[in-house]
């Protein structure tokens, strides 16, 4: 018997060498266990991992002490932020949301100026927060660094450019952050995450030591979840001069914004009114105005960038070219900061963010003078329509965001919706305060406010004054009773439906709905009284009204032709054709020679080719 074979033989006969063995096994199916259950447990865990992958890095600033007496004391001590990745810090390479800018350049000599300025307030910065590749996402996706997890509804992603920044505040890992907004890139993750978000007035904070996308477009904005913390961030970088309140505050409602929303009124533009009607003293009734008509009618210059149009889409169309200007603007503006490197280093980009890039390295509109003309513009405008005391009242966003790690793209319809309500602050260089407004649908939604430029602490005194009114209507909002129903008489409501009619002819159609509310106060069961208030709410752009109205006459009669036709072009004013081409074949079912109707489905035929 060889020497192995005796080996193995005497291994075979020890009681101790098998009982070692025993354990050794034993102990590996132990840990092995261990670690499957470990796993199991982590991925049943619903909240998000530390620091939600909000930060790419993570160091400390620390403030100088308070000074002593009699020296101002700090606005800011003890409070903690997070800036995005565009913000310079001295002895570190800001990286741009894109590892080949990271390795393409130094560490930076100095830090941004509205960096130095918090840590002199009392702040501490604790880091630097992920981002969208170059400042151009919308979504908070990022190639290299991942997506942070948005707090305020996990399975969908943050939204950006500044992901990381949104994410750090909403799981309440800092009580404020900074960063850059050009195209909505603070405004929509504010609206995702369910957290409040101030971009300023552009040009009153300086930029200095930030990466710039669009320098005419960046804005340095911020974000937090207590509006005491955002006005106060606004005291130590804002400009100490405030605008001068000459008046009460006047609320003006966008309404052909609210009309593009599937978000009912009762969660979004009801709130606001309500809770200003509860306030004792500093606000005017509110007004509600179509922008997009008044835009068409008060910036000349966009016209060449509008699409042709019917009358009742003439504000639909600008509200488009709006955002087609700031597009262009940014993408201008990009090439002339970054066309080189991108040329040089052909950095490795997500899909999303490569396509708009591409799109402003090949730019080649030689027309740039129109662009800035537009602004100039729009910006007076704007300041004309709100004065000192107004404030615009609009959606954040249009819709809800995407899910995660979905193959699923934005569509343009929504684009276009999201692009022209951040157009209307971006382009003009306004200021703009972003509130929640709770959740629809499990996912958080919020509104914006606009005040003309310069009015930055204006606004932020208005925001700061409706705050906790507002968060009581959230709460009221599901609990709306229908108000009580009124003894009818008819006589009287039919003398409202003609002072109605009267107010109709002089064009003052927000007289109209008055008295046609009144009279369906007095008498809910006549269709005419919907029908009339319907062709009103169709001259203000409140297309969504319109419909219900409609709705509600054809349920009381059904060959109400003129419902019929209002409603088709309510649903046609909102791009609703399969819908609205069956309204206006309704109509030609109850009078075939009508020419309106007739009109309608031949042009609803081309459009749905």
């Known amino acids: 018997m060889d020497s192995s074979a005796r080996s193995g033989a005497t291994g075979s006969s020890n009681p101790r060498a098998w009982i070692v063995a025993g354990v050794a096994v034993a102990g590996v199916l132990v840990l092995a266990e261990v670690a499957r259950r470990r796993r199991r447990w982590l991925r049943g865990k619903s909240s998000p991992p530390p620091y939600s992958g909000a930060f790419c890095d993570r160091l400390e600033l620390a403030p100088p002490p308070q000074p002593p007496p009699p020296a101002a004391r700090q606005l800011l001590p003890d409070l903690t932020f997070a800036v995005s990745d565009n913000f310079e810090i001295e002895g570190y390479v800001a990286g741009f949301g894109n590892p080949d800018w990271k390795r393409t350049h130094k560490a930076a000599s100095h830090t941004a100026a509205a960096v130095k300025t918090l840590l002199k307030q009392g702040a501490t910065c604790v880091g630097r927060t992920v981002m969208d590749e170059l400042g151009f996402g919308v979504t908070g996706e990022n190639l290299h660094c991942g997506t942070p997890i948005n707090p305020a509804s996990p399975s969908v992603v943050p939204g950006g450019s500044c992901s990381g920044s949104a994410v750090a505040v909403s799981a309440q890992l800092v009580e404020f952050a900074l960063g850059t907004d050009t195209t909505g890139d603070l405004r929509i993750p504010a609206s995702f995450c369910g957290v409040l978000c101030f971009r300023p007035s552009q040009g009153v904070v300086s930029t200095l030591g930030t990466l710039p996308n669009s320098h005419s477009l960046d804005t340095i904005g911020w974000l937090a979840r207590d509006p005491h913390i955002l006005s106060r961030v606004g005291d130590a970088l804002l400009p100490a001069a405030a605008c001068g309140l000459k008046g009460k505050r006047q609320l003006v409602f966008a309404d052909d914004c609210f009309e593009l929303l599937k978000i009912p009124n009762q969660k979004t533009v009801d709130v606001i009114e309500n809770a200003v009607r509860t306030l004792p003293y500093g606000f005017q009734p509110p007004k509600h105005i179509n922008i997009g008509q008044y835009i068409s009618s008060n910036v000349p210059s966009l016209k060449e960038f509008c699409e042709p149009s019917t009358k009742l889409q003439e504000g639909k169309s600008a509200l488009k070219a709006l955002c087609t200007v700031m597009l262009l603007l940014q993408r201008y503006e990009f090439k002339a900061n970054h066309e080189d490197w991108v040329n040089t280093v052909k950095p490795k980009l997500g899909l999303e963010v490569s ?97 003309a430029h310069g009015s930055d602490k204006f606004l932020l005194r208005a925001i700061l004054d409706m705050y906790s009114a507002i968060q009581k209507q959230i709460v009221l909002a599901s609990k709306l009773a229908l108000p009580p129903v009124i003894d009818r008489d008819v006589d009287t409501s039919e ?64 060959k109400n032709v003129k419902a019929y036709l209002r409603r088709g072009t309510a649903k046609e004013s909102v791009l609703n054709y399969q819908e609205a081409l069956q309204d206006f074949r309704h109509a030609l079912a109850l009078e075939p020679q009508n020419r309106t109707a007739l009109a309608a489905e031949k042009r609803l035929q081309k459009h749905l080719r």
């Open 495 to 558: 003398l409202l439906k003609e002072k109605g009619n009267n107010s109709f002819k002089r064009k003052q159609w927000s007289k109209a709905i008055e008295f046609y509310s009144g009279a369906i106060k007095l008498n809910d069961t006549n269709a005419t009284y919907y029908c009339n208030r319907a062709a009103a709410y169709l001259e203000l752009g409140r297309f969504k009204q319109a419909e219900a109205d409609c709705d509600q006459a054809l349920l009381l009669d059904k």
């Open 355 to 451: 396509t708009r890039v591409l799109q402003a390295v090949n730019f080649t509109d030689d027309n740039i003078k129109s662009l800035y003309i537009v602004r100039t513009e729009w910006r007076a405008a704007l300041k004309n329509l709100l004065k000192d005391t107004g404030i615009l009242v609009l959606p954040t966003m249009a819709g809800h965001p995407l899910k995660r790690n979905s193959k699923q793209r934005l569509s343009s319809e929504f684009e276009d919706k999201m692009y022209a309500f951040v157009s209307i602050a971006a382009l003009s260089g306004s200021c703009q305060a972003t509130v929640p407004l709770g959740n629809h649908n499990d996912h958080p939604i919020s509104i914006s406010f606009v005040a």
